[in-house]
């Protein structure tokens, strides 16, 4: 298509797995900096704290990327499986499918008056019915299938790059106090960063989306810390 001027265009390839690199680094923002402030309020060492955040931070990868592959690998077998039903119906049941893509036309819009001349082009076309009937039944366009590797990719390795602001600082610093708080700010500026990118994709406001990101994790590290220390005084 030729570009025109003021013309947006779409993500493109990329729109499908938004969800496993949002989910990926924030995941990996959230859940190892809680790990880490938890332990930090129930007195472990900076040693300690290091170990403990890297343990969090591959166990939440590899349970991430399984999950992932396992969830889309799922998703995608179930989704064949539908397509194939789909095609026993239209082959054996072919008049009750077109009476219920008028239906789906209907309810999109298409006016009475038009509508056999739009059913025209599905009355003899098995393809195109199947392809209909998936996009308005099951809402799947082939385009946005998703690869189960990629998936898988996506989510781990993101939370693993979203957990290296809470566990480096660790690794680089003997001062608990020190580590901790570049810890926390290394990850609020992640997790607002992460808000931003979010939203200009998603053409939202990026401050708005930012402050929500840092806002939900601080209250969840107040909240980790204070259950920390309960947790730390009543064993110590």
């Known amino acids: 298509m030729t570009q025109l001027e003021g013309y947006e265009p779409h993500i493109g390839e990329t729109r499908q797995y938004w969800r496993d690199i949002i989910l990926g680094v ?68 072919r008049d009750a499918e077109l009476d219920q893509l008028r239906g789906y036309f209907t309810d999109m819009g298409v006016r009475p008056g038009d509508l056999e001349s739009v059913m025209s082009g599905f009355v003899d076309n098995d393809k195109a019915i199947l392809n209909a009937m998936a996009a308005l039944e099951f809402g799947f366009v082939d385009s946005e299938r ?28 003997g001062s608990i106090g020190t580590a901790t708080l570049w810890a926390a700010i290394f990850t609020l500026v992640g997790l607002f960063t992460v808000g931003v990118v979010k939203a200009r994709v998603s053409r939202t406001g990026q401050i708005r989306s930012g402050l929500e990101n840092l806002v939900i994790a601080g209250l969840g590290g107040v909240v980790a810390w204070v259950l920390g220390r309960i947790v730390g005084g009543t064993l110590g």
């Open 26 to 93: 924030n995941d990996g923002l959230v859940s190892v900096f809680l790990l880490v402030i938890g332990v930090v309020g129930g007195g472990l060492t900076p040693s300690q704290v290091l170990l403990t955040g890297v343990a969090g931070a591959l166990a939440g990868a590899v349970s991430m990327a399984a999950g992932e592959y396992l969830a889309t690998k799922s998703q995608d077998e179930v989704l064949s499986a539908e397509l194939e039903l789909e095609q026993t119906h239209i082959a054996k049941f």
């Open 146 to 173: 998703r690869s189960p590797y990629r998936a898988m990719l996506a989510s781990g390795g993101l939370f693993l790059a979203g957990s290296a602001p809470s566990v480096l600082p660790f690794a680089l610093s």
